[in-house]
Structures are given as structure tokens and as C-alpha cells.
């Protein structure tokens, strides 16, 4: 381990290790297998003629799942992208580092990202779901309501399935994204599903917590730990109450885990082994 990363604590027998890996990292990582699942998915689907890198794509929804699909179709040519979102303030992210696409050219070097995303147009105009070539509706509980979604008429309609694993009731119930793909009139329907940490939702935000939660459990359970603390905080407050996106931006930037421990270790590669836990698939609705 680098000297760097750790420095002495509350004596000089205790070190204080900090987490290279930032929330924004974690974000993006979790982001990344999202997008690049819906991406394949528009590939094959632009192999196959259904629609061309010229197609409309309306996306609904801004946070966090359709900002990083807009970006990583944008990266790889899909000309035509509106997302459209109640927030108008969100248009921020595109802008933003959050769901840039991920160079991985060599692994150990920090995330770089692809910035200015010109040709990615943002409304509030929800009129614009019903005529697109492809809607693609991340919006989840509580979102598009069925009558809206009837009124959509399009070739392709994938939807984010916001439920993980479910393994709470209550949630199950309340996920109505099946019912409004069949309201859909389209004859492509597919479903975006993600999972692998048992959460009760597959939120960006959700995975990310439980990725931090089930670090700081695994590395509470290593001798030589006094304790560890992540740097979190309620982020949807400050981003849909407060609506201040550039204090989210800042404090995401902080590393996410400090850890008091008498024996210094690298924390980093146990976040990785539970981001590596996720996984996106596209399921086929029929």
C-alpha cells in the first residue's frame, strides 16, 4: 500500500485509511452495466433493421438510470435522443460526470469520462412519449401511470423493472411497470432488470448504499478495525427539495469509505468485490 493512502489517527498506533473510490465512481460503475445492457440491446436492434442510428429515442426519466442510457447512445452514435423529466433543473446532468461512459483502457488508473453530450436534448413536454421511434421509460414507482403509457405508440418500449430481487411484499404490489408495458402499443417489449446484492429495489442509489453498507460490514469484520464510516448523506433531498445539483456533485466527488484500523489495508478492493456482484439483463416482454 502507498503512503499516501493512509495517515496516522488518534495516535500513533492508529491509522486513518481513506477509500480512493469516490460515490461518483460507484455510481458510474453501477450505471455502466445498465447502460451498456440497453445498449447492446439497441445494437442488435439496429442490426436488425428495427430502427437506425437516425431513429427518435425519448427517454423518460432523468435520474440516474436515463441520463447514463442517453450518454452511452450518444457515445456510440444514436443521433436522435430527448430525455424528458418533470424536473426541468436535471437538464444539469447531462452536463455532469454522472453516467458518463467509462474508459477502461488500463484498469488501474481512475475513471475518465466522456464530457459535453451536444446532441442529447432534455424537455418537460411529456407529449413527446406517445410517437417516438423507441421510449425507453425509466421512471419506476410512482411514474409513468398507465394511461399515459396507453397512449404511447412506438417500435421499441423498454422499461426499467425498479423492483431487485423481491423480497418485500409490499414493493411487489406496489410495481406496476408489467401492466404498463402491456398497455404499450409496440411490438418490441423488453424489460431492463437489475440485481445481485438481494436490495429490495435496483435504484442507482439503493445498489450504491448497499455497496457501501456491505463493505463497512466486511471490513468491520477484519482484525485489527476500530470502525469505519461512510460519507453519505440523504442525496435525493438535496437533489429534488433543495435542488441544488452542484452540492451533490461536490460532495459526491469525496472518497466513500475512512476507515480506523492499527494494521493499514486497501478498502478499495472490497468495494469492488460487491459492485462486481451486479448485474443488468434485458428480458423480453412479449
Same mark, same amino acid.
Given at each position: 500500500?502507498?503512503?499516501?493512502?493512509y495517515?496516522?489517527?488518534?495516535?500513533?498506533e492508529?491509522?486513518?485509511?481513506?477509500?480512493? @473510490?469516490?460515490?461518483?465512481d460507484i455510481?458510474?460503475?453501477?450505471?455502466?452495466?445498465?447502460?451498456?445492457?440497453?445498449l447492446?440491446?439497441?445494437n442488435?436492434?439496429?442490426?436488425d433493421?428495427i430502427?437506425n442510428?437516425?431513429?427518435?429515442i425519448v427517454i423518460?426519466g432523468t435520474?440516474f438510470?436515463g441520463? =447514463?442510457i442517453?450518454k452511452?447512445?450518444?457515445f456510440?452514435?444514436?443521433n #436522435?435522443?430527448t430525455?424528458v423529466?418533470i424536473?426541468?433543473?436535471?437538464?444539469?446532468?447531462? #452536463?455532469s460526470?454522472l %453516467?458518463n461512459?467509462i +474508459? =477502461?483502457?488500463d484498469?488501474n488508473? *481512475?475513471n475518465s469520462? @466522456?464530457?459535453?453530450? *451536444?446532441?442529447?436534448?432534455?424537455?418537460?413536454d411529456?407529449?413527446? @412519449?406517445?410517437?417516438?421511434? =423507441?421510449?425507453i421509460d425509466?421512471t419506476g414507482? %410512482?411514474g409513468?401511470?398507465e394511461?399515459?403509457?396507453e397512449?404511447?405508440?412506438t417500435k421499441?418500449f423498454?422499461i426499467e423493472d425498479p423492483?431487485?430481487e423481491e423480497?418485500?411484499s409490499?414493493?411487489? #404490489? $406496489?410495481?406496476?411497470?408489467?401492466n *404498463?408495458?402491456?398497455?404499450?402499443?409496440?411490438?418490441?417489449?423488453?424489460?431492463? $432488470?437489475?440485481?445481485?446484492?438481494?436490495t429490495?429495489?435496483?435504484?442507482?442509489?439503493?445498489l =450504491?448504499?448497499?455497496?457501501l453498507?456491505q463493505?463497512?460490514?466486511?471490513i468491520?469484520a477484519k482484525?485489527?478495525?476500530?470502525y469505519?464510516?461512510?460519507e453519505?448523506?440523504?442525496?435525493?433531498?438535496?437533489?429534488?427539495?433543495?435542488?441544488?445539483?452542484?452540492k451533490?456533485?461536490r460532495?459526491?466527488e469525496?472518497?466513500?469509505?475512512?476507515?480506523?484500523t492499527?494494521l493499514?489495508?486497501d478498502?478499495d478492493c472490497?468495494?469492488?468485490?460487491f459492485? #462486481?456482484e @451486479?448485474?443488468?439483463?434485458?428480458? +423480453?416482454?412479449?
Amino acid at each position: 500500500m502507498d503512503n499516501n493512502d493512509y495517515d496516522t489517527g488518534i495516535s500513533s498506533e492508529v491509522f486513518t485509511v481513506k477509500s480512493n @473510490i469516490r460515490l461518483i465512481d460507484i455510481f458510474n460503475r453501477i450505471l455502466e452495466k445498465k447502460a451498456k445492457s440497453v445498449l447492446g440491446l439497441f445494437n442488435k436492434l439496429n442490426y436488425d433493421g428495427i430502427i437506425n442510428k437516425e431513429s427518435s429515442i425519448v427517454i423518460i426519466g432523468t435520474y440516474f438510470t436515463g441520463i =447514463a442510457i442517453a450518454k452511452h447512445l450518444s457515445f456510440n452514435d444514436f443521433n #436522435d435522443i430527448t430525455i424528458v423529466d418533470i424536473y426541468p433543473h436535471l437538464e444539469g446532468l447531462i #452536463d455532469s460526470k454522472l %453516467g458518463n461512459p467509462i +474508459i =477502461a483502457d488500463d484498469i488501474n488508473k *481512475r475513471n475518465s469520462f @466522456i464530457e459535453n453530450f *451536444r446532441n442529447i436534448k432534455f424537455s418537460s413536454d411529456l407529449d413527446l @412519449i406517445r410517437n417516438a421511434d =423507441a421510449v425507453i421509460d425509466t421512471t419506476g414507482l %410512482g411514474g409513468i401511470n398507465e394511461s399515459q403509457s396507453e397512449a404511447i405508440f412506438t417500435k421499441v418500449f423498454l422499461i426499467e423493472d425498479p423492483i431487485a430481487e423481491e423480497n418485500d411484499s409490499l414493493l411487489k #404490489d $406496489k410495481n406496476n411497470i408489467y401492466n *404498463r408495458a402491456n398497455m404499450v402499443n409496440s411490438y418490441n417489449k423488453y424489460v431492463l $432488470k437489475t440485481k445481485g446484492l438481494n436490495t429490495k429495489t435496483s435504484g442507482t442509489m439503493t445498489l =450504491a448504499i448497499d455497496v457501501l453498507r456491505q463493505s463497512m460490514n466486511s471490513i468491520l469484520a477484519k482484525d485489527g478495525v476500530l470502525y469505519c464510516a461512510s460519507e453519505m448523506t440523504f442525496y435525493e433531498e438535496i437533489i429534488f427539495k433543495e435542488k441544488d445539483l452542484e452540492k451533490f456533485f461536490r460532495l459526491i466527488e469525496l472518497p466513500v469509505l475512512k476507515v480506523s484500523t492499527i494494521l493499514p489495508f486497501d478498502c478499495d478492493c472490497i468495494i469492488n468485490e460487491f459492485i #462486481d456482484e @451486479i448485474h443488468s439483463e434485458i428480458l +423480453i416482454r412479449w
